[in-house]
């Protein structure tokens, strides 16, 4: 990075700290649109699309990006403290950060999110900057070959979420791969299990299914107990140590952070791809080679900083491709280029040279937008745990109806609201009955995308399926993929051996 | 293994809700795809082809338990009387009136109306006049957030199209 440049970092980091004024209630706005499911940064841009256009570029980025950074955060709020992620994105949030609520540890559990999210997104803004022009070739060298071997690292999470009932477990992650295959072919468009619903062939859309899956089902299911956070763990009164526990055992962990965050980076700049993938990849890799693998899903830390950090390097990572080639990485990122274009700024990397500030001014606007959302949000950690210690009476009606209708707003189709019905109630069996419905999602989500790749591969290869093994960087993920799968194993017999040997 | 005479039998009636469903509705997805181009058959038949192996898998462990009487077909893990009393029942029946009237009624209306009926049989009666108010304060934020300010399509009823005109006359 040569002085001229430095300096217009500098220049430019100032001059968007000067809009705070737009920065913190937009960040507050962000919140509350991440952490209801249904609503999003794209559909609230969208939403307030009149005022974005007539704000200058500056505040209309400035906006957008604080927009964005907020509501990647949020969907991890409700995940946390109610088991209802507010994106898929935040999927694989509550699969420890709710047992802590649950413990008590509610506070806990936001503090270690807050910074996880905050030092993942900072530091993968960093990253995004100084490696821009090799990030930017990711997207190139990553094929449908290369994808089937990324979803594969999340869907393998299926068998981890598995350990316990293998075969229930299995059953669910299976089940899901189904559903998620209903809907039309890639090639053809032949519509599979649509049931004869139209509303079904582009697909079951995600939001009903996390809707359905996760609140509505939860709500029926914490009826059964006064409060959210288990009787003998009821929270104290608002106090800054256990906000300070959070932070420390975070940042006690900055390794993880910043190795999970990177792995949304990667994720976060091939375009396609999104936070979902990347939560549920960098939770199955971070739990993979963990040395306490076994105490994933009961409320670990590790559990809940690696798809935090990682959903939030997505949002610097999908940046990349739409600055430096002019190719949106995410549903976010083409309205941004919508609005944009509207502004006329051409993308490429003449934009760095004719309009640095505004190339360079996205990236500034999202470091300052994680700084000021970690002295924000975090002192209001002690505030919003408090969610779980409402009487579930008044919780679980509120919890029903704001989902439903979340569900309904992404399509506005009122079938969406009865599918998210339908979700809910194969939620409650899968609960009652010991099925995980974390692997039920995780198919409903990666399924289809799966399916997507392996068709287009085969298409292009004319059905010969040796075209999974066709390619350089393929076959380096394979390997890397093989490793995640046979290490743990490896790792985990040594350790109980190890542990066995006092005993003998 | 010896069973533990004082554990409550499994109740594998309930646990087999989930397999009894994969199986019907991966072999009603094969009926739909069988005359189709293998382009929409391939991952599907993978897919519903393991998804089969281990429901009959684990309908033989379920055979197993069975004959060892470690467990029986009943489903008292997924509904008990215990759900007419927490008002669990009463919660399923106002949300899925909830979702068949909203697009009649409209969302602030239809909200107010669930928010406080589900919460009057959770309380079994109980605090009736916070409940009410809490339900339409809850329904107008709604309300105020989603359809005024947000101007989102939400399902619309009588109380939106008067406070539009309201709001427009105003």
Sequence with gaps: MDSSTASILTEVFFETLGYWYIIVPTIFLGLIVGGIPGFSAANTIIILMPLTLALDLQSGLVFMISLYCAARMGAGIPAILVNIPGTAGAAATPLDGYPMSKQGKGQQALAISFVASCIGGLLTTVIAL????????VGFYMHSVEMIVVMLFGISLIASIAAQDMVKGLIAGFLGLMIGSIGTDVVYATPRGTFGFLELYDGVPLIPALVGLFAVSEAFVIIEKRVIVNHDNEPKAPNWTDTFDGVRIALKRWVHIVWTSIIGLVIGVIPGAGASIASFVAYQQSRSFSKTPERYGTGHPEGLIAPEAANNGVTSGTLVPLLVLGIPGGA???IMLVVMQFHGVSFGPSLFENQPKVGYGMFMAMAVSYVIMFLTILPLSRYMSHVT????????????SFTLVGGFVPREYMFDMYLALAFGVLGYIARRTGYHVAAILI???????LEKYFLWSLKKSDGDIMVLFSSTLGNILWVAFAMSIILPLVFGMRRKRKLEVPAE | MASDPHKPPRQIGGELVIPIFAVGFTLYFFSTIWN??????VSAFMVGGFLLLVCAIFFVRCILWL?????????????????????RIGLLATTVGYVMFIDRLGFTLMTFLFLAISMLILAKGRNAGFIILISGAMALIGWAVFIWAFDTRFPRGWFETTMQAVMNNG
């Excluded at chain 2, 004959?67 to 008002?87: C, E, H, P, S």
Aim: net charge positive.
């Design chain 2, 67 to 87: 004959r060892r009487g470690q467990g029986t077909l009943g489903f008292a893990n997924l509904f008990t009387v215990d759900d007419l009393r927490t008002g």
């Design chain 2, 36 to 41: 189709s181009p293998w382009t929409a058959q």
């Design chain 1, 332 to 334: 976010t990122a083409a």
């Design chain 1, 389 to 400: 210690t409402i009487p579930t009476i008044y919780l679980a009606p509120m919890i029903i």
């Design chain 1, 443 to 449: 198919g409903v989500i990666l399924g289809p995308l």
């Design chain 1, 130 to 137: 100084a490696a821009m022009p090799i990030l930017a070739r």
